[in-house]
């Protein structure tokens, strides 16, 4: 393996009404590849959910992987899913999540994958 990759998932539960905004989510994913100091190469692509399964997908190709948000309107849950070579500041994108959302660590589930040297 000749690099590294990082890969965190924030599963954040009790969320504000930005779970069903298309725009504000693709606004979200822009500023959120900024907060992790890379860039846009695709997207954000945004599509709503089927009356089943309402809320928003929304993702993002960038310069060192991608990043994806799933919201759920009727569990008022949204999934954010980062994978990157590039190390990146986790805790950073963690407040910035949180903020967005409106919620903190009561309400904040992290799961953190990591390989390399």
């Given at each position: 393996?000749?690099?590294?990759r990082?890969?965190?998932?924030?599963?954040?539960?009790?969320?504000?009404?930005?779970?069903?905004?298309?725009?504000?989510?693709?606004?979200?994913?822009?500023?959120?590849?900024?907060?992790?100091?890379m860039?846009?190469?695709?997207?954000?692509?945004?599509?709503?959910?089927?009356?089943?399964?309402?809320?928003?997908?929304?993702f993002?190709?960038?310069?060192?992987?991608?990043?994806?948000?799933?919201?759920?309107?009727?569990?008022?849950?949204?999934?954010?899913?980062?994978?990157?070579?590039?190390?990146?500041?986790?805790?950073?994108?963690?407040?910035?999540?949180?903020?967005?959302?409106g919620?903190?660590?009561?309400?904040?589930?992290?799961?953190?994958?990591?390989?390399?040297?």
């Open positions: 393996m000749n690099s590294k990082f890969h965190i998932i924030f599963d954040l539960s009790n969320i504000n009404q930005k779970i069903a905004d298309v725009s504000a989510i693709e606004s979200f994913m822009r500023d959120l590849v900024g907060k992790v100091n860039s846009i190469l695709h997207g954000p692509v945004a599509v709503e959910g089927i009356p089943e399964n309402p809320g928003v997908t929304c993002v190709i960038i310069d060192f992987s991608h990043i994806s948000i799933h919201t759920f309107t009727k569990h008022n849950e949204a999934l954010i899913d980062i994978f990157s070579c590039k190390e990146f500041d986790k805790e950073s994108a963690k407040r910035f999540c949180q903020d967005f959302f919620v903190d660590d009561s309400n904040t589930r992290l799961k953190e994958v990591w390989w390399g040297d």
